[in-house]
Structure formats: structure tokens, C-alpha cells
């Protein structure tokens, strides 16, 4: 079993352009998102379908995401934040209120990253490359934090379709940013 030690190594490398590492990280780190996931539905009062939705989109937040992991710091903590953040998203989504102690995000307030608009316009030009109706899922889930079940009914699918269509959708996103990147070095 991989460390978060071992974690925060594959990602330093994911980032210098490693894919191999980058699919070692993301497979030893998907067991752990969704138990933490489960945990925050359990915590919230969630209903325990609701960690799948929310471990599709802590994967893209991770993807979109990781140059904003401060390789000096424990990767746990990031992932943690991360998880916890999608699940109010979710949670929000859903019409629940959600009240999280100051004291519980203080130490991650400073380390937020000031946008400048250049992640969305990535964001924006990986969707492109995508097809109807993944392109459509990811956006509506990922960018615009609709739920599986919203956006099954607005595209006329079932929700496993969505999901499968959703989990598609990311492993291109995935191979094209790691095109882009190894075209880039």
C-alpha cells in the first residue's frame, strides 16, 4: 500500500510531466477519496450515493488543480480539503446548509491562489476537445456544480449513463493534457 509519502512523490513528478506517475498517484489515491468521501456523506447526513458523485468530481478538481499543491507541504491535508470542499459544493447543490468552523480552514486560506483567469480559460479549451454529451456532463457537473441526477434529467439519460459518460469524459481530459504537456516540453 502507497503512503502519502509515495502520493506526494508521484504527484512532484505528475507535475514535471511524469504521466506514469500521475496514473500510479491517481490509482492509489482513489480508494482513500472515496472513504473520505463516505466519511463526509456519514458526517453531513448525505445519503452514501452521494460520495461517488463526489470522488468524479474531486478527480477532476485534483486534475485541474494540482499546480496549486504546495510540493513543501503533506499532500493529505490538500486532498482532505479538497474532498471536504466538493461535498458542501454538493451538499449546497442539494439545498442543505452546511456550517464549517473557521478554526477547521483557517491554515488554507492564506495558501488559496489568487485566479487570474488562466485556469478556466485551460479548462475551457480541454472541453472543447471533448464530444457531445460529455463535454456537455463535465461542464454542467464540473464548472457549473449541477448533480448527476439534475443533469441526467436535462440531457434525457439515465444517471449511470451520465456517470459512465462523466468518467469518459475525464480520462480524455486526462490524455490530452498529458499530450499538451509532453508537446510543450
Known sequence: ?????????????????????????????????????????????APPSEAEDVVQEVLLAIHLKRGTWDPARPIGPWLSTIVRNKMIDSLRRHGRRVDIPIDDVVEWL?????????????AERLLARLKDPQRDIVRSISVEGAGVRETAERLKMSEGAVRVALHRALKSLAAFYRRDRHEDE
Open 110 to 122: 492564506p495558501a488559496e491562489a489568487q485566479a487570474d483567469g488562466s485556469e478556466r480559460v485551460d
Open 1 to 45: 500500500m502507497a503512503s502519502e509519502a509515495d502520493w506526494a512523490d508521484w504527484m512532484r513528478r505528475a507535475i514535471g510531466g511524469d504521466a506514469e506517475a500521475y496514473h500510479r498517484f491517481l490509482h492509489a489515491v482513489t480508494p482513500r477519496l472515496r472513504a473520505m468521501a463516505r466519511r463526509r456523506c456519514d458526517q453531513f447526513g
